[in-house]
């Protein structure tokens, strides 16, 4: 997770943009007379979605080897794009992407 895996300016930047995402959702919800009374769609779906995003874009290689320390070699650790680390941010972030549309296909 990127718990984990992300330094801590990055985890506050995330955790920012979390803030973001569920109030801007949730005036479109209320907008909408989306009645979704425990804002679960804004929190769970949205801010999940994101949260599954963001160690793609923000994990640090050396944070990764620590919490992950099967990796063998450096060139096989991944991190974020951010961190540009040989091409496995991206195919991170396209593992991660594919991971939420499996979760919108049930």
């Known amino acids: 997770g990127a718990c ?14 979390s803030g973001l995402i569920y109030f ?4 479109v919800f209320l907008n909408l ?11 769970h779906l949205c801010c999940g979605v994101w949260s599954l995003i963001a160690p793609a874009l923000f994990s640090s290689r050396q944070l990764v ?5 099967h990796f063998k070699d450096e060139s096989s650790v991944p991190c974020g794009i951010l961190y540009q680390c040989d091409g496995l941010g991206a195919a991170q972030l396209g593992a991660n992407l ?7 296909r049930g």
């Open 24 to 27: 801007s959702l949730t005036k």
């Open 65 to 69: 080897k620590v919490a992950y320390p």
């Open 33 to 43: 007379k989306i009645d979704d009374v425990v804002e679960g769609v804004q929190i």
């Open 4 to 17: 984990a895996t992300v330094e801590t300016e990055w985890a506050l930047f995330i955790g920012m943009v």
């Open 98 to 104: 594919l991971y939420c549309l499996f979760l919108f």
